[in-house]
């Protein structure tokens, strides 16, 4: 196999929410996902995160795995609750100082911090005032970004301002299957223009207040193809990646948004609250780095309603999610975006499986996910050998997890996490991983 090249950077990634636990501790504020979490049946069993990982007590073992394992970066995301319990206002010191000494082990152990500041957890009193369908919620991101760069900026170099802002809109507002829960078009779309504003807001703060940041967005990218040649469906299909991937992308790489989805919209509701003076700031502010978190494509047909599509069942084989396991897709789609928005290096913030581990006499024999990472990093480097300018991948995910509406019952983790205990036990594919990680630093 050919060898990646001597910087690229082989990371893992979490989420605050899904791994840190001490829902209550040290000030911490509640989120919209702590309400959503918490209002019977919403997640597997009624599962929340009060507890998940404990990383907010157990960080420097954490740590000291992520060293067993080579990782040289990882991606973490930064409570907004913590640093600021009720969105705004006054900031929680010890907040801020968990987040110092989760960094500073990091640093001493020469693992690069990748911060992401909004993975979702609104805090819930701005949840209270319209959450994302309030324009102010934006400007709240950033002065909360601000907070965080000013504290931790002299450490940190590199940010992410949102995760997924698609699935925020989509699953949260229109499926209604994240937090906040809400089922409704209108608001959806809302939504996802608000998070690209605050997306732009929270990049002009953080170079007000960081002349070092490298700035970056994690944005979920899905290949769409139509289930067939009827153009019915290629129209659908056509859409379908608009609102999936285009809108986004072309937000947050040319600050616009594409005219056919535009006028998709428009359709089904009034844009009047897309302000000239918004989509002005999002062109002023350009990217370092764009994060693409890929799992699966999807293949649609047209559906009866004007913005949603029938997506098939997949064929093939599949992860313990039912996502289709399709690893020449990652290498398309890094072709194309590389093709699409050129000069903005990339990197895979998130790809990884969902497995059934078991544990059996002290190890989880998970060939299934070391053959799902063998394989999306040969898509890597075999885009990167395309010239696409790929900088690294993060493997969703370190641990084990609380995966939002499923609970604890899926398990994406390269390290088992045993949640009666809270042990943890490096995965048959760390240990692949490993292997893999070291013989790239033997041969490059
Ligand atoms: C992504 C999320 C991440 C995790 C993985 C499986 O959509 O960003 O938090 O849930 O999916």
Redesign the pocket.
């Known amino acids: 196999m050919k060898q990646f090249p001597k910087e690229f950077v082989f990371g893992a ?1 979490t ?1 605050a929410y ?1 791994v840190e636990g001490a829902a209550q501790e040290d000030g911490r504020g509640p989120s919209i996902w702590d309400v959503f979490a918490h209002t019977p049946g919403k997640t597997y069993l009624g599962q929340t995160g009060d507890i998940a990982c404990d990383q907010y007590h157990r960080y420097q073992e954490d740590v000291r795995l992520m060293r067993d394992l080579g990782l040289a970066s990882y991606r973490f995301s930064i409570a907004w609750p913590r640093i600021l319990p009720s969105g705004a206002g006054q900031v929680n010191q010890a907040g801020v100082d968990y987040y110092l000494r989760l960094t500073e082990a990091l640093l001493e152990q020469g693992i690069t911090p990748l911060a992401t500041l909004y ?2 957890d609104l805090p819930q009193p701005l949840g209270e005032r319209g959450g994302w369908t309030n324009r102010d919620t934006a400007s709240y991101f950033a002065e909360y970004a601000a907070a965080v760069v000013d504290r931790l900026g002299d450490r940190i170099h590199r940010w992410i301002t949102l ?2 802002p698609s ?1 925020v809109a989509y699953v949260g507002h229109l499926l209604g299957q994240h937090a906040p829960g809400h089922q409704d078009t209108a608001e959806a779309l809302r939504v996802a223009h608000h998070l690209m504003v605050g997306h732009a807001e929270a990049v002009e703060a953080i170079r007000a207040h960081s002349s070092l940041a490298e700035i970056g967005v ?1 944005l ?1 990218l899905s290949p769409v193809h139509p289930a067939d040649a009827e153009p019915a469906n290629v129209a659908a299909a056509s859409i379908y990646d608009g609102q999936l991937n285009r809108y986004f992308l072309d937000a947050v790489c040319r600050g616009e948004y594409p005219q056919d989805v535009l006028a998709a919209y428009g359709q089904v509701v009034d844009l009047s609250y897309i302000a000239q003076a918004d989509m002005n700031l999002m062109k002023r502010q350009t990217i370092d780095f764009l994060g693409i ?1 890929y ?1 699966f494509p999807s293949v649609v047909r047209a559906g009866g309603h004007p913005l949603l599509v029938e997506t098939l069942p997949p064929d093939g084989p599949v992860t313990e ?1 039912g996502w289709p396991i399709r690893p020449e897709e990652l290498r398309d789609l890094l072709r194309r975006v590389a093709r699409d928005y050129p000069g903005i290096p990339l990197y895979v913030t ?1 790809n ?1 499986a ?1 497995f059934a581990d078991t544990v059996e006499a002290g190890r989880v024999h998970d060939q299934a996910r070391a053959d799902f990472l063998r394989s999306h990093l040969e898509a890597c480097l075999a885009a990167i050998d395309d010239g696409v300018d790929l900088r690294g991948y993060y493997v ?2 370190l641990l084990d997890n609380f ?2 509406a499923y609970g604890y019952s ?1 398990r ?1 983790g390269i390290v088992y996490v045993d949640y009666e205990t809270q042990q943890r036990i490096p995965k048959d594919s760390a240990l692949w991983l490993k292997q893999f990680i070291a013989a790239q630093a033997d041969n490059g």
């Open positions: 990634a989420a899904q993975h979702w995760n997924e699935v994690a979920s978190n799992y999610m998130e990884g969902a969703w995910s995966e939002w899926k994406f």
